[in-house]
């Protein structure tokens, strides 16, 4: 196979970015078909000392989160390695996540941080797309505290909504 050219080297390189970026974005969205784009259906996760499928994992994250009001999550020093054909990457990454936990029975809510790395194994296959087939998730940082400041970010959804709505609108 040939080598990957530099400028094709940078469209997976920005194409792979995105697909996390995506990732992020369908978890404070609660998007489900964002949060499996960014991984193919056979795809896997580590987590511990635990494998799991990815795409049925999504589905019961998302039932276990749906109490939460408010969620941000935040991807952030991408490294990426390609190999070089050019249809395989390795690539770490670092999160940052908030969840705002409802309290249980008469306790009050809880801001709960997690902080760690993905360490992601990318492939391009026959669809032309970037999207992980195995992840291992490392866990640095898990950590509550009483709960400060707004309760639900729902309403700020509607808002990014409509901006896009009007920027679409306007081509």
Not at 57 to 85: C, F, K, Q, R, Y
Not at 114 to 128: I, N, P, Q, S, T
Not at 136 to 161: C, K, M, N, S, Y
Request: hydrophobic share 45%; net charge negative; glycine share 6%.
């Amino acid at each position: 196979m040939p080598e990957t050219t530099a400028v094709e080297g940078l469209i997976a390189r920005a194409a792979i970015a995105e697909a996390l970026y995506l990732y992020a974005r369908g978890w404070d969205r609660r998007d489900e078909a964002l949060l499996r784009a960014a991984f193919h259906p056979d795809a896997t996760t580590l987590i511990g000392d635990a494998e799991h499928a990815t795409h049925p994992m999504i589905g019961e994250w998302l039932a276990l989160l749906a109490p939460v009001p408010a969620m941000t999550h935040l991807i952030h020093n991408i490294l990426i390695d390609l190999e070089p054909a050019g249809d395989c990457a390795r690539c770490e990454s670092h999160f940052v996540a908030h969840h705002r936990r409802p309290g249980v029975d008469s306790s009050p809510d809880s801001d709960w941080f997690v902080k760690g790395r993905y360490l992601d194994r990318f492939e391009r296959r026959a669809d032309g797309a970037w999207r992980i087939a195995r992840r291992i998730q490392i866990v640095e940082l898990d950590h509550a505290f009483p709960a400060t400041g707004p309760t639900d970010d729902r309403a700020e959804d509607e808002a990014v909504i409509a901006f896009y709505a009007g920027l679409n609108a306007s081509r």
